[in-house]
């Protein structure tokens, strides 16, 4: 889902795949997921930062809670999330990253 065929190979949903999969196989990491998410949305209104957050903690809670097996795919996968975000990285820090507005008002 992060390297979609049918947008060349660029976009993609990888980050609510990797929900979708915590949801089914660890639910408390997606807990972590989920609560890492809105937090960071809500106080710095990123949606890129909410997701590299949501990623993080959820690996957090595999890392402590599985096998180093598992723990080493949910790393992997953190990994080529953060890289897959890392031009959204740079315009948070350059200050032009798009900011989530919860009302037209804002």
Do not use: T
């Not at 795949?17 to 915590?22: M, N």
């Not at 598992?70 to 890289?83: E, K, N, P, R, Y």
């Amino acid at each position: 889902h992060i390297f979609p065929v049918f947008l060349k190979f660029r976009g993609g949903k990888g980050v609510a795949a990797l929900l979708g999969v915590y949801l089914v196989f660890d639910f408390p990491a997606a807990l972590a997921f989920g609560l890492a998410f809105f937090v960071v949305l809500a106080v710095y209104r990123y949606v890129s930062a909410g997701s590299l957050a949501a990623v993080g903690g959820a690996f957090f809670v595999v890392l402590f809670s599985r096998p180093a097996e598992i723990a080493m795919i949910a790393c992997l996968v953190s990994l080529l999330v953060v890289g897959k975000h890392s031009a959204n990285i740079h315009r948070m820090l350059n200050g032009v990253e798009y900011r989530f507005q919860w009302n037209k008002h804002e």
